[in-house]
């Protein structure tokens, strides 16, 4: 083994200079409408320039440099940034189609092979996706039957919080549980005790690996994948992962098991009956026992989250700030009282709706977006970008693009009301993203949002704990995939 070490250091050695010359090809490009960006240095790119915990905000400083379209490097992964409303719309809307594929990241591939919706490719991904739209929409994703499932948690949730007395406690795991609940119901058309040990191991596991994935030793193994051995967060992840998948792989199996074309009762039910069926349709390939485990990640990974995260930043944002607490409890007094509240008195909640829009731009909780990739050659801006390339559309430019919010970095509710006080839609509005890749599960989302958001602050006043002021209340947003509020405990003062 001692003979062949320096043979493998010289092979190592030989393919990454390889590797090297061939991607700065691009640089050497004699095109001259290739976008601009900063020089990189040799192997480590442009590694020098970034934030590795926020690399949103060195992407955003870049572009008041080189505009909104510029390359950037990392290690030996080009890509090309996009800032600010216009340019995202005109890549993932006007130009859907060039800019629709998901682009290649170590990480994310490993995590998900390929299977699944939100890190596949092709076929499988437009398979995956229009049989995931489809049986959420017949599961009640829009409709009252799935109001009444998340109302119906809503009374789990509240009166979780009510158990505390008024004392100070932590929610991310009571909300986790709430809002996965909700996804559980669809998935396996059953919920879980918020205390049930499986349960709280799972919600543990999405949670650390959503942390994980965005961690600066993740980047770096995104960077260096060859020195993958030597990152403990891809280890860990990649371990949660196999759990997780440990765990769907036996739920179905008890499907199978009581499994009846005529009585479906969940989500798994309609995947296993479809992998039964045997016509020729060639779609038919997909419907495999690894996209459905990667397809319930991909449910519980985005649905949980992302929701989760947004309704803890919305009860720190309320405490920061009391009087617009104060304002939606009043509304929501004058026009629901103490009655159920509903989806269908979103309109009536003109202000209450802004505060919840204004949460979600304001908490710009996916700032990097997923990484897409190019279908074909493409011109965006004036500028020549090649087929394949890595493409960030930076939502963090949108929903805080200065040239379409009238205070960005401040908490303003009024961004989404007009002079009268009704609720306007805002173009720039993209917490979801845009086009091909949109979230999914945006309409469920919404309906989450809405429903226990109003429900608690119905319930409850939200004050920080003793000891902390308003003004100490920390607005930093913590590191990971998602930019969750760093922890904070709060009382639930009921409400009379």
Known sequence: MDLMDPVLLLLLFVCTLALFL????????????????????????????VDLKRPYRTMSELSKRYGPVFSFQLGFQKMVVLT????????????????????????????????????????????????????????????????????????????????????PFESTINMNAAVANIIVSIVLGKRFEYEDPTFVRLLNLVSENSRLAGSPSVMLFNMFPALGFLSGARKTVLDNKKKLHAFIQATFIEHLKELDVNDQRSFIDTFL?????????????????????????????????????????????????????KKVQEEIAKVIGPAQPLIEHRSKLPYTDAVIHEVQRFANILPM??????????????????????????????????????????????????????????DAFLPFSAGRRLCVGETLAKMELFLVFVSLLQRFTFQPAPGTSKEDLDLTPAVGVTTPPMPFSFCALPRS
């Open 22 to 49: 061939k991607t700065g090809s691009w640089n050497n490009s004699s095109r001259r409408d290739l976008p601009p960006g900063p020089k990189p240095w040799p192997f480590t790119g442009n590694l020098h320039l």
């Open 84 to 167: 600010g409303y216009e340019t995202v719309k005109e890549a993932l809307v006007n130009q859907a189609d060039a800019f629709a594929e998901r682009a290649t990241v170590p990480m994310f591939e490993n995590l998900s092979e390929g299977y699944g919706v939100i890190f596949s490719h092709g076929e499988n991904w437009k398979v995956m996706r229009r049989f995931m739209l489809t049986t959420l929409r017949d599961y009640g994703m829009g409709k009252r039957t799935i109001e009444d499932r998340i109302i119906e948690e809503c009374h789990f949730l509240t009166q979780t919080f009510e158990s505390y007395k008024g004392k």
């Open 273 to 325: 009956i479809k992998q039964q069926e045997k016509n020729k349709n060639k779609t038919d390939d997909f419907f495999h026992n690894e996209n459905l485990k990667a397809l319930v990640s991909n449910l519980f990974v985005a649905g949980m989250e992302t929701t989760t995260t947004t309704l803890r930043w919305g009860l720190l944002l309320v405490m920061k700030y009391p009087e617009i607490q």
């Open 369 to 426: 977006n997923l990484p897409h990739a190019t279908t074909a050659d493409v011109t965006l801006r004036g500028y020549f970008i090649p087929k394949g390339t890595h493409i960030i559309p930076l939502l963090y430019s949108v929903l805080y693009d200065e040239s379409q919010w009238e205070k960005p970095f401040q908490f303003y509710p009024e961004h989404f009301l007009d002079s009268e006080g009704k609720f306007v839609k805002r």
